[in-house]
């Protein structure tokens, strides 16, 4: 008899699938990155697939399925399953251990199902003001457009996103603005941004990976992987990422089994939904045209209680006979977001926007902010899914207000490259 305890661990793929050049079938990675996630999500994965047999018989049987898979050297059948891998972790981000997330789990997590974006800098200090969104600051270049920034004012964390790197003067301008507190000489810190591929990039993404989950006599092996979808939710305040990725092969290697691999944590912090803000813009980002000057946007500050978000990449396989994985790789065919805000106290300001068809900048904020430490959403052209003047009364304490959010086109940055004018951004601290 043995225990449940058991891990996973991810690696990149440099070959989709981790297909060997000389057997073309698949094979384990050289080492793998032992992720820090919850237990209870980590199964051994898959469903068989196969081909029923209906013959002609001569009574009440069944004859065995011909499962669809390949013959390895030896003329025996190779194993295969198919189906999803699930993990459910925080964003620990990673202090000052690295300059970005490139070998990190969770960059490797994230690249199968978006582009990624590292700025040019780590920190710039602002030497000069004109107003909550424009200021001179060295280090951006014109690939940081588009991308989040952060900056601590009056101990809040507060979070915009770069519209532009030169606005003729010298200025950098972003949207939505800063606070009133955005005054002197603050300290801008950079951050990596994720952004699914739009306009001429529609469909691409980073590498796909292979997982490995490792326990008391059990080791199973998922290759092919690629991020299918991510919600992110709150457990008492704390930031938690519910990832579903698609795998093209599913293997068992149970005779080989070590135990579980204890994880690598990061050394940042944890992203808390605190000491920060949920914002939006005023009417309306540039969307159904493109933008000559990048947007610079007012912000309203939301009382916001609770948020949810998920983010979902309809995975279509290309398909191919060439090897057990039955397809070249996955191409993403379709992309949504949706952001769900509870409101603690109304807003009037959104709550003609749905039949007004008002679309408007939307940031998540979260704490704390420093040297590798931050987190933050945006939709930068976000259009409401459900009438937010139906006020949520069905408890027996406060009025509540529910806004949903999609994503629109968006057009206010004035490159459009990396995350410019990209329909959702999300990003760590460096």
Not at 14 to 29: K, M, R, Y
Not at 31 to 40: G, L, Q
Not at 200 to 226: P, Q
């Amino acid at each position: 008899m043995s225990v449940t305890h058991r891990s996973i661990s991810v690696a990149k793929e440099t070959v989709f699938g981790s297909l060997d050049a000389a057997t073309n079938l698949p094979t384990p990675a050289a080492s793998y990155i032992s992720i820090p996630c919850e237990m209870d999500p980590i199964l051994i994965y898959g469903d068989v697939i196969a081909s029923e047999r209906n013959d002609a018989r001569d009574g009440s049987y069944y004859i065995p399925p011909e499962p669809d898979t390949v013959y390895n050297s030896n003329g025996d059948r190779v194993r295969r399953r198919t189906g999803q891998v699930s993990i459910r972790l925080d964003l620990t981000t990673i202090g000052t251990a690295a300059n970005n997330y490139t070998s990190n789990y969770l960059g490797l997590l994230f690249n199968s199902g978006f582009l990624t974006r590292i700025s040019t800098f780590n920190t710039a200090n602002v030497s000069g003001i004109t107003d909550t969104n424009t200021f001179v600051a060295a280090g951006f270049g014109g690939d940081d457009v588009g991308s989040l920034i952060s900056t601590s004012l009056a101990g809040k964390v507060e979070y915009s996103a770069v519209t532009d790197n030169d606005d003729g003067a010298g200025n950098i301008t972003v949207s939505p603005a800063f606070s009133a507190n955005f005054t002197g000489t603050p300290t801008i810190k950079a951050m990596q941004t994720w952004f699914p591929g739009s306009r001429t990039a529609t469909g691409t993404k980073g590498d796909s990976l292979t997982f490995r989950i490792d326990g008391v006599n059990f080791k199973s092996y998922a290759y092919g992987c690629n991020l299918e979808s991510v919600t992110f939710s709150l457990d008492n305040g704390r930031v938690m990422a519910d990832m579903n990725f698609q795998s093209a092969c599913i293997q068992d290697d149970h005779a080989t089994a070590s135990g579980p691999v204890e994880p690598l944590y990061n050394i940042g912090a944890p992203p808390f939904f605190r000491n920060s803000y949920v914002v939006v813009s005023s009417t309306s980002p540039t969307s159904l045209t493109d933008a000559t000057t990048g947007d610079t946007l007012a912000r309203t500050e939301l009382d916001c209680e609770d948020f949810s978000l998920t983010v979902t990449n309809t995975l279509t396989p290309i398909g191919t006979s060439e090897s057990i994985l039955t397809m070249s790789g996955y191409e993403i065919s379709n992309f949504d977001v949706e952001l769900t805000l509870t409101l603690s106290n109304a807003s009037t300001l959104v709550n003609n926007d749905y039949f007004n068809r008002t679309v408007r900048q939307v940031i998540v904020g979260t704490g704390p902010n420093g040297d590798g430490k931050g987190c933050a959403f945006m939709i930068p052209a976000a259009q409401l899914a459900n009438d937010p003047s139906a006020y949520d009364v069905s408890g027996n304490d406060i009025v509540r207000q529910t806004l949903t959010y999609k994503q629109s086109r968006f057009g206010g940055d004035v490159i459009e490259s990396q995350a410019g004018n990209s329909p959702f951004r999300f990003s760590l601290g460096v």
